[in-house]
Nanobody, 121 residues
């Protein structure tokens, strides 16, 4: 069993900042990529940013230059610093981790429960 617990969402005015955190715990041997996704009402879930175990990152075009993803491998935690927020960033943000539970096991995706981010105009 692996649990991902997100925190840091909330209500902020346009132009403001928020920092999301996601901590993974449970039966974990290794975590490969970690990432943040978001889903707005009536829309599909989309990738916001992801980071590999060695720190390589990629971002959705809509957040490049405004959001920064980082991770703390020692504590199985990933962060998303969101600056210059826009109303279009309003969504539920989900954390995902690609987890390997045992050395000889394959990997699986584990998801957090989601945290609401609302940006007012």
């Amino acid at each position: 069993q692996v649990q991902l617990v997100e925190s840091g969402g909330g209500l902020v005015q346009a132009g403001g900042s928020l920092r999301l955190s996601c901590a993974a715990s449970g039966s974990i041997f290794s975590i490969n990529a970690m990432g943040w996704y978001r889903q707005a009402p009536g829309k599909q879930r989309e990738l916001v940013a992801q980071i590999t175990k060695i720190g390589s990152t990629n971002y959705a075009d809509s957040v490049k230059g405004r959001f920064t993803i980082s991770r703390d491998n020692a504590n199985n935690t990933v962060y998303l610093q969101m600056n210059s927020l826009k109303p279009a960033d309003t969504a539920v943000y989900y954390c995902k981790a690609v987890v390997q539970a045992r050395p000889v096991y394959g990997t699986f995706n584990s998801w957090g429960q989601g945290t609401q981010v609302t940006v007012s105009s």
